[in-house]
């Protein structure tokens, strides 16, 4: 089978799924393109959108173009993927497809998800088979879609980064680092204090040719371990919280009434370690790999398929960005300030 024939084929899997329901549609705009997404299911629906409730087209705004729409359906009533070729048996460990691409159709596993999907770049649509929408995992609610939405944006000169992000008056940071290094605590503790806040796990770079990287939300979610700070357990036992597999507090926060809307210019990657002192700082990062190996390697790994497009895009983004040490003190009150001057321009880029 060729990846033509298997897209086709994707296609009229999913007309039967949705020929016996009624199709649900729902369009969000993100980093500037409008995505549709139809559900042959309400289960998937209410699975995959409230995470991206902020950014849900208005009606006015449905008259802008789509620039892809994919759609979903499960496998309850339909209990095998479109075929393979050969037989073969898809991996949900996550992978490329590659049989099943070629220079406009892209076919990838989503790993944990039992999710097939395949794009038509060139003409704008894309098909998920999931294998049952009730064995979803409940951390992959609160990031829904990373690796499919990644292999979109990947396309439109966007790349998804695996970390923090806020931002004051159009000027946002990028918190880096390995886990536990405190990227949701600081990213919770700024939005606490009334930053725009963009993500405490993945946000959207947007690389532009001779111009500064912009930023963009994503995900409207949160996901914490219990924390030191007893404000930022407050917060999180203030909200509706799932335990996830992994020990986390993960919830949604109100973002549409607080975070103006578009894009924030990148100043700095702050790259955050936990330390005993009292109070925070920020001092410049003087080894030139350590950006590379904060951001790089986790975000290459959770959201494969981007291939060499993703590696240019989180090169370009690091190489043009200037990287902070942010050493993280006991006062989160000391924090919040060392950051508001960071972004105020009190601290020298």
């Excluded at 996830?244 to 009434?257: H, N, P, Q, R, V």
Aim: proline share 6%; with cysteine.
């Amino acid at each position: 089978m060729q990846p033509r024939d298997y897209f086709d084929e994707s296609a009229r899997q999913f007309g039967l799924a949705a020929a016996s329901v009624k199709t649900l549609s729902e369009s969000f705009r993100i980093a500037g393109h409008q995505i549709r997404f139809v559900f042959a299911s309400v289960k998937l629906r209410d699975a995959y959108t409230p995470a991206l409730a902020h950014l849900r087209c208005e009606e006015g705004d449905k008259t802008a173009p789509v620039e892809m729409t994919l759609h979903f359906w499960e496998g309850y009533d339909h209990p095998a993927p479109p075929p393979f070729a050969n037989g073969i048996k898809p991996s949900f460990r996550g992978s490329t497809v590659e049989h099943l691409c070629n220079g406009e159709i892209q076919t990838i596993t989503v790993p944990h998800t039992g999710m097939v999907v395949t794009f038509d770049f060139s003409g704008g649509a894309g098909y998920a088979w999931i294998a049952d929408g009730c064995a979803i995992p409940a951390w992959e609610l609160f990031s829904p879609m990373r690796t499919v939405m990644n292999l979109w944006l990947v396309n439109l000169g966007c790349q998804m980064i695996h970390g923090g992000a806020v931002a004051l008056e159009g000027q946002g940071i990028i918190f880096a680092g390995p886990s536990g290094a405190g990227k949701s605590t600081t990213s919770l503790l700024c939005y606490d204090a009334g930053f725009q806040y963009l993500s405490d796990d993945y946000c959207i770079a947007e690389i532009r040719s001779d111009k500064p990287t912009r930023l963009h939300s994503l995900y409207r979610s949160s996901r914490m371990l219990p924390s030191h700070c007893d404000r930022l357990n407050t917060l999180v036992a203030d909200r509706d919280s799932t335990r996830t597999e992994d020990g986390k507090s993960s919830f949604y926060l109100d973002l549409a009434s607080r975070n103006p809307p578009g894009p924030v210019t990148l100043k700095a990657l702050l790259l955050p370690c936990v330390t005993e002192e009292e109070k925070s700082r920020i001092v410049p990062c003087k080894d030139a790999a350590k950006a590379w190996r904060y951001v790089a390697p986790s975000t290459l790994a959770a959201l494969y398929g981007g291939g060499a497009k993703s590696f240019q895009w989180i090169t370009s983004v690091i190489r043009n960005t200037a990287a902070f040490e942010l050493h993280l003190g006991r006062d989160p009150e000391d924090l919040v300030l060392r950051i508001r001057e960071f972004l105020d321009g009190e601290f020298p880029v």
